[in-house]
């Protein structure tokens, strides 16, 4: 009798439930989709596994009618989270509504770049860094190249405040490459110098950023030197209901440094099927104002004492009431991005993305501040005009097991790209405009094959065409009169098409170890036509080059129980001279003019990186990582000749002639080391070092390498509770010593502590920021970056960085 009494009782307990479990952020309050959910007891017939539910939808929503125990566990799992485990009981009690806590020791993250499809970042042979979405909302920058510096793991270089130009690894512009959803940013002007191209990603539309450290060419080709830096956008949410989900997020922010403006919203609007993403975002900044706690012995360096105002049709040199603002330094932005989802069945996704980002003038601040040896301006105005960037994009992915691939990819991009300079010396009635106008269209197809459960293969094609007219003007600025100017660029146009096929492949060697391998097959062809001599009666018509290179990789990873990881790695990278290397003609001071070289080959380089990953109790997490890299045929500025003669008649002024060449042999290393504490759920502790040495090989004693940055990293403390999250943190440079600068290269002394010799004096920020989340609508965000007002100017930038600024944000989700 007492065992039918037992089992009634059990049976009793057992409920036929038609029930929603919904999953939070614990800070945000905000939904979190995807969460997987398992149920104990409960295995699959074949494998033996535990049955996974559906994961939750895009509301955090899921929902289920099953036989209901309250004493049976509930697992949630979801990515970079602490793993919950609750009974059915207790769910109950709770109301069926879960929060999650953010966890920062983890290796599970999947990543993208490192070989165009998903995988763990474990299996990985390289460093990567992924910064997500949550993380860039509250980080909270004006910029994405502000967004990169605050990460401490990129140097990132400023001549102007609408600017930023990327350093990974001792590379920078032209050698470290930009993708955005898998296209390639960096186009056949991009120069070697510094460049301000990553201010044309609008981080408020990010899904998350991936940083790729060393050689990235098997998979992506020319310029993946030093990384590559992938930003993925947001894509639509569908509805997996009849009604359509519809969400919207908005925020209004402000700097007092900057008096900075900046408003965004985004609207999803989906169905069962298909999805739309509109995004919207406008910026306004105004001239900023530095640190006015001067660093010992160079109190006054970066002070802004005057600026350059005409007045009665005179350039004049203005007293600078405040010399703590930077004039000028403001500018406007503007980004809108349209992105359509069309799920066309189980296998087949469309993907339609249009973006587009201009801005108004952007004063080129580092020029402006340069004095002539009689102590007057050199420029009296020098701004880049509206920096218009287009992409759009059709994207076809396919999810089905065929003999050929698994997944596919097929991308077809175009991007219409426009830059401009303009400058007029002190003094000068004539000022000089020139326009560079890049379209690109590009081609890629990826597949991946998964072999036997041991083997994962890679392969695809891209191609890529770019079309560069550069066009130039020089305008009487009292009468209006416009005259020809030389063209940055061949005045005739130029084109530069690429052609390549890749493989790689990870095999699976046993349950620790993988072994990943690839090689890609680069033909690269480069033209460019002179239609107007006038101004260079010595070039030829045409210049014309073909060039081919093959690039390897092969990496070998060790895992144990998903605490630890070691890699080490080789592999070849390359840059492609463009037509900034090939076929621009200037003169960069009387007596010197550098003139084409149709017979440059590519800079290469090989890498060795290595590293270890461990994780203690997923509370502790250390990583160190090194590298060496032996750079050859790089390119440099050297004397030449002209048809016998070693000096040619320019503007009337005999001049020695000069080129780009492949001249220089260098070696790069370093290392990168970070560790991650959390205490306990509530608190977290993070620090991260960067360290960098380049030389230039000589036949005497080797040389500083341009673009080496110093030492730098960063440290914080962080307090996460529900609805509220804390941190505070410091980011800081190590001296850019005298005898570690290239003083004819492009590490700026000039703009430096000593003008002369080079010095960059070491520095650090103290700042503190924090979101609160008012309800699941409502959030706010409060920040005071460089609490104690702290001049300081990051190596080989013309441009002094903020000082005490408190910035205020107002965010809505609904």
């Given at each position: 009798m007492k065992k039918v009494l037992t089992i009634l009782v059990f049976i009793a307990c057992l409920q036929s439930y038609a029930q929603t479990i919904v999953v939070k952020d614990k800070i945000t309050l905000q939904p979190l989709a995807n969460v997987r959910i398992l149920k104990s007891g409960i295995y699959d017939a074949v494998s033996n596994r535990k049955i996974v539910f559906d994961s939750t939808n895009a509301k955090g929503e899921f929902k289920f009618?099953?036989?209901?125990?309250?004493?049976?566990?509930?697992?949630?799992?979801?990515?970079?989270?602490?793993?919950?485990?609750?009974?059915?009981?207790?769910?109950?009690?709770?109301n069926f509504l879960i929060f999650l806590t953010e966890n920062i020791v983890t290796l599970n993250q999947a990543v993208v770049s490192a070989s165009r499809f998903e995988e763990k970042v474990e299996d990985v042979d390289k460093q990567i860094v992924v910064i997500n979405k949550k993380e860039m909302a509250f980080i909270n920058q004006s910029t994405t190249a502000d967004l990169l510096q605050q990460s401490g793991k990129v140097f990132v270089q400023k001549s102007q405040m609408g600017g930023g130009s990327i350093v990974m690894r001792g590379f920078e512009a032209n050698k470290v490459l930009m993708v955005v959803d898998g296209i390639r940013m960096n186009n056949a002007i991009y120069r070697g110098g510094h460049l301000q191209n990553s201010i044309s990603v609008d981080n408020n539309m990010l899904d998350k950023t991936e940083l790729l450290f060393g050689a990235g060419s098997v998979m992506y080709g020319s310029d993946a030197l030093g990384g590559v830096v992938s930003f993925y956008t947001n894509n639509p949410s569908l509805s997996n209901v009849a009604k359509p989900f519809i969400k919207t997020n908005a925020f209004l922010r402000y700097g007092t440094a900057m008096s900075e403006k900046t408003g965004h919203i985004d609207f999803n609007f989906g169905l069962r099927k298909i999805a739309f993403l509109s995004s919207f975002t406008f910026s306004d900044f105004n001239d900023m104002t530095i640190g006015k706690r001067g660093t010992k012995n160079y109190e006054n360096w970066g002070r802004r004492t005057f600026y350059i105002d005409r007045i009665n049709n005179k350039d004049s040199m203005v007293l600078n009431k405040d010399s703590f603002k930077q004039i000028p330094t403001g500018y406007k932005q503007y980004d809108v991005m349209q992105?359509?989802?069309?799920?066309?069945?189980?296998?087949?996704?469309?993907?339609?993305?249009?973006?587009?980002?201009?801005?108004?003038?952007?004063?080129?601040?580092?020029?402006?501040?340069?004095?002539?040896?009689?102590?007057?301006?050199?420029?009296?105005?020098?701004?880049?005009?509206?920096?218009?960037?287009?992409?759009?994009?059709?994207?076809?992915?396919?999810?089905?097991?065929?003999?050929?691939?698994?997944?596919?990819?097929?991308?077809?991009?175009?991007?219409?790209?426009?830059?401009?300079?303009?400058?007029?010396?002190?003094?000068?009635?004539?000022?000089?405009?020139?326009?560079?106008?890049?379209?690109?269209?590009?081609?890629?197809?990826?597949?991946?094959?998964?072999?036997?459960?041991?083997?994962?293969?890679?392969y695809g094609a891209e191609f890529t065409t770019?079309?560069?007219?550069?066009?130039?003007?020089?305008?009487?600025?009292?009468?209006?009169?416009?005259?020809?100017?030389?063209?940055?660029?061949?005045?005739?146009?130029?084109i530069m098409r690429t052609y390549a096929l890749y493989a790689s492949q990870t095999i699976y060697l046993s349950k620790n170890w993988l072994l990943n391998s690839g090689l890609r097959f680069t033909n690269t062809y480069l033209k460019s036509n002179f239609n107007d001599k006038s101004f260079f009666p010595?070039?030829?018509?045409?210049?014309?080059?073909?060039?081919?290179?093959?690039?390897?990789?092969?990496?070998?990873?060790?895992?144990?129980?998903?605490?630890?990881?070691?890699?080490?790695?080789?592999?070849?990278?390359?840059?492609?001279?463009?037509?900034?290397?090939?076929?621009?003609?200037?003169?960069?001071?009387?007596?010197?003019v550098i003139i084409p070289n149709a017979n440059l080959k590519p800079e290469q380089t090989t890498t060795i990186?290595?590293?270890?990953?461990?994780?203690?109790?997923?509370?502790?997490?250390?990583?160190?990582?090194?590298?060496?890299?032996?750079?050859?045929?790089?390119?440099?500025?050297?004397?030449?000749?002209?048809?016998?003669?070693?000096?040619?008649?320019?503007?009337?002024?005999?001049?020695?002639?000069?080129?780009?060449?492949?001249?220089?042999?260098?070696?790069?290393?370093?290392?990168?080391?970070?560790?991650?504490?959390?205490?306990?759920?509530?608190?977290?502790?993070?620090?991260?070092?960067?360290?960098t040495y380049g030389r230039i090989k000589t036949d005497t004693t080797d040389y500083p390498l341009d673009h080496i940055s110093p030492v730098f990293g960063r440290v914080s403390a962080m307090y996460k509770t529900k609805q509220l999250k804390v941190e505070l943190f410091s980011i800081f440079n190590g001296a850019k010593k005298t005898t570690d600068y290239n003083l004819v290269g492009e590490d700026n002394p000039i703009y430096s502590a000593d003008a002369i010799k080079g010095f960059n004096p070491a520095f650090f920020t103290l700042n503190i920021r924090g979101s609160y989340q008012l309800n699941k609508i409502i959030q706010f965000q409060l920040a005071v970056e460089n609490i104690l007002d702290q001049h300081y100017r990051t190596f080989s930038s013309g441009y002094s960085g903020a000082g005490r600024n408190l910035m205020a944000t107002v965010r809505g989700s609904f």
């Open positions: 009618i099953i036989q209901f125990n309250p004493l049976e566990t509930f697992k949630f799992l979801f990515e970079d989270y602490y793993t919950e485990i609750y009974t059915g009981e207790a769910l109950e009690k709770m992105k359509i989802l069309f799920k066309q069945n189980k296998y087949l996704t469309h993907t339609f993305n249009f973006q587009y980002s201009t801005t108004s003038n952007i004063p080129r601040y580092d020029r402006l501040t340069e004095l002539q040896s009689n102590g007057k301006p050199e420029q009296a105005e020098w701004y880049y005009g509206p920096q218009t960037r287009l992409l759009t994009y059709y994207k076809l992915a396919i999810e089905k097991a065929t003999i050929g691939f698994n997944k596919a990819n097929i991308l077809l991009a175009y991007q219409d790209l426009k830059e401009s300079r303009n400058n007029r010396g002190f003094g000068s009635n004539f000022k000089s405009k020139r326009v560079e106008n890049i379209k690109v269209l590009s081609l890629n197809a990826d597949c991946e094959k998964r072999i036997f459960e041991k083997s994962e293969l890679r770019n079309d560069v007219v550069s066009t130039a003007t020089r305008e009487n600025i009292l009468n209006g009169n416009i005259t020809p100017q030389t063209t940055r660029y061949p005045d005739g146009g130029s010595f070039l030829k018509n045409q210049i014309e080059q073909t060039n081919q290179n093959t690039s390897g990789n092969i990496g070998l990873v060790y895992l144990l129980k998903n605490n630890l990881k070691m890699f080490a790695s080789i592999a070849t990278g390359f840059r492609a001279p463009n037509v900034d290397d090939i076929a621009k003609v200037f003169e960069s001071n009387a007596g010197r990186d290595f590293g270890i990953n461990k994780s203690f109790n997923k509370k502790l997490n250390i990583e160190l990582n090194g590298f060496y890299n032996n750079y050859s045929s790089a390119l440099t500025i050297g004397r030449s000749q002209l048809n016998g003669n070693d000096t040619i008649t320019f503007n009337g002024v005999l001049s020695n002639i000069y080129t780009t060449q492949n001249a220089q042999n260098a070696f790069i290393y370093g290392y990168y080391s970070g560790i991650d504490y959390a205490f306990n759920k509530k608190w977290n502790l993070n620090a991260s070092l960067n360290y």
